[in-house]
């Protein structure tokens, strides 16, 4: 039998989701793909770096669809609303559809520092692209780029930071979402 | 013996960081007083009542001096620049000096909701009055000054929400937040 490392992270996340983070274990992954835990560890070389690939994988889920509206054409301040936008509706389904699987995932975040910061940059990049695209037609002002896009990033963190996870379904969140983008776009006006 | 309220709290205080959040008790308050649980509970009638006006005062330790600075003279922009660098300043001054205090009161923050809303609503009003003030003098823009407040109290997150106090030390730490006040700053702006 074949175990991709795709079918294996798929599986890695059903076993997490069934046993939770603490007891989740190679060999109950290799159980429930039927075959030996030498196949998984064929890919994975230990269980951190399965536990980190499963981490990165989620996080990764919508880098492209992201990457997609960064990279689009337009004027550079409504592709930005929309996506901050994209980045606030993907994390609220996140946390919404599978509470359960969010909190493994949260504490799989805290063990893997390295990937959450890597997952960052790629983040603050795709705003650095947006925010440089609008400085070249004129429509932004923003000296440094990436810093800016460090902030644009920091300055809306209550609305991707999982640690606010429990306010994105309270009353108020879409109003005070689109009073932050409000207030940062109209900061990068040229 | 006469115990005032502000004696009790900052005996409690002391116990807090003497036992931890868990174990510290009515009892321990009353016996470092040199008096009867009795006289603590004339003053704070539940332990919880006591566990909530201690996390109060340390929530509100900082409110006199922004206060100042919320209602000081001059123009709103640098106001506005100074209340912020000043709540980052005394935030940081309690998660660096005292590390397991700052631990135990955010178990003591966790456990008061309400007590956190109003120390929330109290700065996002300082907020407000520096906003609207600069709307007056034709410096800002705000349509809805309390709305923005909320908005400016969002964006500089990282800077006040002791779930960051961690990043609080790091290396680039003041350049993130000054290009954050940049930022909404210049979001302002009439």
Same mark, same amino acid.
């Not at 274990?25 to 951190?48: C, E, I, P, Q």
């Not at 400085?135 to 990436?146: I, L, S």
């Given at each position: &039998?074949?175990?991709? @490392? ?15 983070? +603490? ?7 290799? =159980?429930?793909?039927?075959? #030996? ?8 070389? #230990? ?5 980190? $690939? ?20 337009? @004027? ?13 509706? +993907?994390?609220? !389904?996140?946390?919404?559809?599978? @509470? ?5 995932? &949260? ?15 790629? &983040?603050?990049?795709?705003?650095? =692209? ?5 400085? !070249?037609?004129?429509?932004?002002? $923003? ?18 930071? @999982? ?6 379904? =309270?009353?108020?969140?879409?109003? +005070? ?11 990068? !006006?040229?």
């Amino acid at each position: &039998m074949c175990e991709t @490392p795709a079918r294996i992270l798929e599986t890695t996340e059903d076993v997490l989701r069934r046993f939770g983070p +603490a007891k989740a274990t190679v060999v109950d992954v290799a =159980r429930a793909l039927g075959v #030996s835990h030498g196949s998984v560890y064929r890919h994975f070389g #230990s269980k951190a770096a399965l536990r980190e $690939a499963v981490t990165q994988r989620w996080l990764d889920q919508s880098h492209t669809t992201l990457s997609a509206v960064a990279d689009a054409e337009g @004027p550079a301040g409504p592709r930005l609303r929309e996506w901050l936008a994209a980045l606030f509706a +993907a994390k609220r !389904r996140k946390a919404g559809d599978d @509470p359960e699987l969010f909190a493994t995932y &949260m504490v799989l975040v805290g063990e893997n520092s390295g990937v959450v910061e890597r997952h960052v940059e790629t &983040m603050i990049g795709q705003l650095a =692209r947006i925010v440089a695209s609008g400085v !070249r037609d004129g429509e932004f002002t $923003a000296p440094d780029p990436a810093a800016t896009a460090r902030a644009l990033w920091d300055a809306t963190n209550r609305f991707h930071d @999982p640690a606010y996870a429990a306010e994105w379904s =309270r009353p108020g969140i879409d109003e +005070a979402f689109a009073t932050v983008c409000d207030l940062v776009l109209r900061g990068l !006006r040229a």
